[in-house]
């Protein structure tokens, strides 16, 4: 779990760091009696703490996707055969009648931020993530693309594997997009919460006002 009391207190203290060293921006003040320069000081002590603040806030996938199947996957079709190795990787899931959440990088791109953070790829790496699509987890686990969904399935274990995530049918609220309009906000992806005579931005939809649709992941 998050401590965001802690995180609030290294943020306080990070910022007092930098107001001090702004405030003794002169040479002389940088070179303590000791020899040390605090500037390199201020810089390590920055970085560590960054560091920590980064490995807080990562996710724990394996605990929020638990008994979730979650498809990466996108429906731009600039580039052919990634799309139909998407499309055909939804489509042989819902045969199967596989309960799945999809995650739509076309929808969504901040998902590919969130794919990079969860393999552990630098952000210079973006392309690969696109290339390598479409990707599926299990419990928050990698299971594989969709060279390892056609391979369990010629094989008759896919049905086995995913047994436990059966039971989906048409979805009519959202026409199987796995997507639905943000009921708080209505698309406007403006919070009903004013601060300083400004609408807040709402926190339950994404870049483009949606949300993945309840009815789809729902047994």
Known sequence: MVDFKRIESDLLRIKLEIE???????????????????????HVFNTMRKM????????NYIAEESAKVVIYTTSCGIVRKTYERCRDTVALLRAHGIIAELRDLNMNNELVDEIINRMGLHADERDF??????????????????????????????????????GRQKCT??????????????????SQRIFQNTNLRCAFCDENGIVPCKSCLRK
């Open 173 to 190: 609220t959202c026409g199987d997009l796995g997507y639905t309009l943000c009921s708080s906000c209505r698309g406007s992806k403006k």
């Open 52 to 59: 920590q603040l980064r490995s807080q806030w990562k996710k």
């Open 129 to 166: 993530v696109l290339m390598s699509l479409p990707l599926v987890y299990v419990d928050g686990n990698y299971f594989g693309n969709h060279s390892t969904l056609i391979e369990c399935n010629d094989a008759g274990e896919l049905a086995k594997r995913l047994n436990d995530f059966k």
């Open 20 to 42: 001090r060293a702004l405030d003794e921006n002169n040479d002389y003040a940088l070179i303590q009696r000791n020899g040390s320069v605090r500037g390199r000081k201020f």
